[in-house]
């Protein structure tokens, strides 16, 4: 290819076709990095999302948490989710609300919004599933930040006031005790000879009134049922949380009696493990959601490439070109004989209609238009561009008469004339000489 040493020709070539190297190579990195990230995003999404919390809720490892839970009953065909609206998620006669250990001592603890996640289960008649606590959990190790150094039980008033806080009479006078281990454990939806339950220190009530015992054992009732009110939902007491919480769910049959618990006593098809009662509370909305971990991403990426389309669209990159200083006699001499040494080459009709597809294949580059175009669509496309722009030429006319100038020197004037009006042409469509 030949350079010229036109400063002025130099600087065009170097824009021709919209992109320069710098900006092309800025948008390929964008465009690798954010490959990168969506393929990061679907593989470790899940991962990134996970924050470290030894605490007993559904997010947690630790061994008072209960991930376990919501994974075994997730795998065992029940739709189960952690919710962190505080519109109580999607419950109803079907889908429980689990309240999983909501302690006095714990993140998040407000007994005016127990009170309102129990009513709002009384008005979508949904069963409540309520788990005593029965730990206080110490500080996390700094090793592991998603395990806990220390625990140690939680004192009989602070476990039954997680219970008063939902307002209900019949959970204000409850009493409990603790045993060895539970000895004899009896089931209401099945024969005696259930699932065996693995508790060491099991936590019973012993004074329940009002309350049915669904899973009875020696020395008092491990979960217990309130039947819905007019002033509440149905109620489900499970007095022990280490019946499910990974320390606890792999011991004995404690999963199978969970799962029946879920199945059969209450007949459910899935559950909602509410974490607003641990501190987790996400302001429900699109775009809320669309600007949390992890859709965040997939929305800068979206940004991204949203830039590099409209960049790609914008007519020039780079430093604005000069301002042209005008068409100067010089010029005006040098067109005029460029025209009439085409004419005088012999062959002025080829001449002109060879210019004529130089000058409209210059042109469509100039509008990124695709360079493999057919000959017609190119002409019909630049025709549009010409007419928005209000420019009187019809190419298409002007093309048909070119092909229809006489040989040798009887067409050279009419070329002379075809071809200055398809350099001005060109000036107005480019504002380039």
């Not at 900006?23 to 999404?45: D, E, F, K, M, N």
């Not at 806080?165 to 539970?182: F, T, V, W």
């Not at 019973?204 to 008092?220: D, H, I, M, T, Y």
């Not at 509440?232 to 022990?240: S, T």
């Amino acid at each position: 290819m030949t350079i010229s040493s036109d400063p002025a020709v130099e600087t065009v070539e170097e824009l021709e076709g919209g992109f320069s190297r710098r900006a092309l190579g800025w948008i390929i990195g964008s465009v690798a990095v954010s490959l990168v990230a969506t393929v990061l995003l679907v593989v470790y999404g899940q991962d990134l999302q996970r924050q470290p919390t030894p605490w007993a809720n559904s997010f947690s490892d630790s061994a008072l948490g209960h991930r376990a839970a919501v994974a075994f009953l997730n795998r065992m065909g029940m739709g189960v989710v952690p919710n962190r609206s505080m519109m109580g998620g999607d419950i109803g006669p079907q889908r429980p609300l689990v309240l999983a250990e909501p302690s006095p001592r714990g993140p998040g603890w407000d007994p005016e919004h127990l009170k309102d996640l129990a009513v709002r289960a009384r008005d979508r008649k949904a069963p409540l599933v309520l788990v005593l606590p029965k730990w206080r959990a110490g500080a996390a190790r700094k090793d592991k930040p998603e395990w806990l150094k220390s625990v140690r039980l939680l004192s009989d008033f602070e476990i039954v006031r997680a219970a008063q806080a939902l307002d209900d009479p019949d959970l204000k006078n409850l009493s409990l005790g603790r045993h060895r281990s539970a000895q004899g454990c009896v089931q209401s939806w099945d024969s005696p000879a259930g699932p065996r339950v693995d508790v060491q220190w099991v936590q019973l009530l012993e004074r329940a009134a009002n309350l049915q015992p669904l899973v009875s054992c020696s020395g008092g009732i491990l979960v217990a049922r309130r039947p819905a009110t007019d002033k509440g939902p149905q109620v489900i007491v499970v007095a022990d949380p280490d019946l499910l919480n990974n320390q606890g769910l792999g011991r004995g049959e404690n999963a199978l009696l969970i799962y029946q618990l879920f199945t059969r006593g209450l007949e459910a098809g899935g559950a909602v493990f509410d974490e607003t009662i641990h501190g987790f509370t996400r302001t429900p909305g699109l775009l809320n959601e669309a600007l949390s971990f992890p859709l965040v991403l997939a929305v800068l990426q979206g940004l991204v490439l949203l830039g590099v389309v409209l960049w790609a669209g914008m007519g020039r990159f780079g430093k604005p070109l000069p301002v042209s200083l005008g068409l100067a006699a010089g010029k005006e001499i040098l067109i005029d004989n460029t025209a009439k040494l085409l004419a005088n080459g012999g062959d002025a009709a080829d001449g002109v209609v060879r210019y004529f597809r130089q000058v409209t294949r210059a042109v469509a580059a100039h509008y990124f238009l695709p360079p493999d175009l057919p000959d017609g669509e190119r002409i019909a496309l630049l025709q549009r561009i010409t007419d928005a722009r209000g420019i009187k030429i019809r190419l298409a006319q002007l093309e048909r008469s070119l092909l229809e100038l006489p040989l040798g020197r009887q067409g050279e004037e009419q070329a002379v004339r075809y071809a200055r009006r398809l350099y001005d042409w060109r000036v107005e469509m480019t504002n380039v000489h």
